[in-house]
């Protein structure tokens, strides 16, 4: 399946969460969802339930309260115009990864999100 075929402009489209051992949440989700999952080194790993994909990342410390939900959006520097217009905040500026180039912001109450772009 082509990329452009499946992404749709500022729809959630990745989740990602802090994990203290990739391969405790790896064995966890396998045996329970029957997830597959895709190694990027020692630190990161992707997974996939088969519709919806995600990752695992032992980089940051683990917190209570939820995943840090990706949205997908084809022109990262007029969502993030966007973004500041509407009250929120960048707080991790556009980076480079593996997949492209992504952004952290918060919204209003303080909820961090991030949008990601191949380019």
Not at 20 to 40: L, P
Not at 87 to 93: H, L, N, W
Request: include cysteine.
């Amino acid at each position: 399946m082509e990329t452009e075929n499946f992404l749709q402009d500022r729809c959630i489209n990745y989740i990602e969460l802090n994990v203290a051992d990739i391969a405790r949440s790896k064995d966890f989700y396998g045996k329970a969802f029957a997830w597959t999952f895709t190694d990027y080194g020692p630190d990161y790993c992707e997974f996939s339930d088969g519709h919806m994909k995600g990752g695992f990342d032992a980089t940051g410390p683990v917190t209570t309260g939820g995943p840090l939900v990706i949205l997908y959006g084809a022109d990262l520097a007029e969502i993030m115009t966007g973004i500041e217009a509407a009250g929120g905040a960048i707080v991790r500026p556009v980076f480079e990864f593996p997949g492209g180039h992504r952004f952290h912001f918060t919204d209003p109450d303080g909820y961090e999100l991030a949008v990601w772009s191949e380019t």
